[in-house]
Structures are given as structure tokens and as C-alpha cells.
């Protein structure tokens, strides 16, 4: 019976040494997570980078703004192009197929721009860390009204 004891105590003691083990390190694991937590929160608020996203997010709506502008100043150079040429595209000599050849081109580049800077744009604008400083309640909005800006939305 004894040395069933002893056998017993010596599972037993590991054992517990191992269940401790891993009861301390889930609390260890709990706690860098927390940890990480704060740091994201901390480094989102910073000063700097709020800074830097209330820009960023300003800067990228002006230039949405651009390139929409951009396009329907091209769109308005075709329709002015095509009303000066005849309708029959067999009669057109070489420069006038170049030059309409040359604003569809235009055009299309500028739509894949303005598509380019869209899905960046939708791609920050869903990153959790940069939630808050897109709509009409985020920290670029409030921003503006302190500043006596009409903000634009976003």
C-alpha cells in the first residue's frame, strides 16, 4: 500500500506541476492579448496618426472629387470633338480618328484612376483602425466643425 502511495504521489505531483503550467500560461496568453488590445487602441488615437488619417482621408476625397471633375471635362471634350466632325467616321481623315482615338483613351485612363483611388479608399475605409475618421460622425468630421470647415462627406 505504501508504494502505491509513492506511485500515486509521484503522477499526482507532475501532474498538478503541468496543469499549473498551462493554467498559467493561458492566463499569461489572456493578458499579452490584453495587452495588444491597448496598444492597438493607443496607436490609433495617437496623436500623429490621427494627424496623419484626418489628412490622408482629406487629401483622398479632394482627389476623388479631381478625377470625377477630371472625367466629365473629357466626356464634355468628345461630345464637343464629335459635334465638329461629321457623323459618317468613313469621311474622317487621320488626324480627326487620332484625336477622337486619343480622348477615348484619355478617358479611359482617367476612369481607371478614379477607380484606383476608389478601392483604395474602400480599402481603408474598412480597416477597423480607420473606421473613425470616415462618415459623418468621425473624428475628420469633427474636426472640420471646429474648424469652421464645411466638411465633405466621405
Known sequence: MKKFGIVMLCLLVP??????????????MAGNALDQGERLVSKTIDADNVI???EWFKE????????ERRI?????SIADFTA???QDRTTWGFEDKQESSR??????GQQAHLENLSAEFRARS???NRAIFKGNNSIVSWVDRLAGVESTPN
Not at 466629365?72 to 464634355?76: A, F, L, V
Not at 480622348?103 to 479611359?108: M, N, S, V, Y
Request: aromatic share 4%; with cysteine.
Open 15 to 28: 501532474g498538478l506541476l503541468v496543469v499549473a503550467g498551462l493554467v498559467g500560461r493561458g492566463c499569461r
Open 52 to 54: 496623419y488619417n484626418y
Open 60 to 67: 483622398r476625397v479632394e482627389a476623388l472629387d479631381a478625377a
Open 72 to 76: 466629365k471635362i473629357t466626356q464634355g
Open 84 to 86: 465638329s466632325v461629321p
Open 103 to 108: 480622348l477615348r483613351t484619355d478617358l479611359r
Open 126 to 128: 474598412k480597416m477597423a
